[in-house]
């Protein structure tokens, strides 16, 4: 199982980013998969995550109205997008994509990528 988070970077206040969470060896079907995010001193807490078996989609509170999760899969690569929108300072963190579910707490989720550093700063 492997799960590889990329995208992050600095960007201004109202700027957008676009992370990618490349996920194999596992079949997507069975699995959600969850953004995460932690900020400095602050506990892991979930963004957006989505399951490919049912479709269904949940947004935890900083992400409803600005962020979009979408999935793709093409063969053996599937893909978990996060579009983020209209970002603010206190969106600064590091970004994890997790395999797990059925929900989107962090304890739910047992495979972890390394994680992608979002700043938000002018």
């Known amino acids: 199982v492997q799960l590889q988070a990329s995208g992050g970077g600095l960007v201004q206040p109202g700027g957008s980013l676009r992370l990618s969470c490349a996920a194999s060896g596992f079949t997507l079907d069975y699995y959600a998969i969850g953004w995460f995010r932690q900020a400095p001193g602050k506990e892991r807490e979930g963004v957006a995550c989505i399951s490919s078996s049912d479709g269904s989609i949940f947004y935890k509170g900083p992400a409803k109205g600005r962020f979009t999760i979408s999935s793709f899969s093409d063969n053996a690569k599937n893909t978990v997008y996060l579009q983020m929108n209209s970002l603010k300072p206190e969106d600064t963190a590091v970004y994890y994509c997790?395999?797990?579910?059925?929900?989107?707490?962090?304890?739910?989720?047992?495979?972890w990528g390394q994680g992608t550093q979002v700043t938000v700063s002018s």
């Open positions: 997790a395999r797990g579910g059925p929900g989107c707490s962090p304890d739910e989720y047992d495979y």
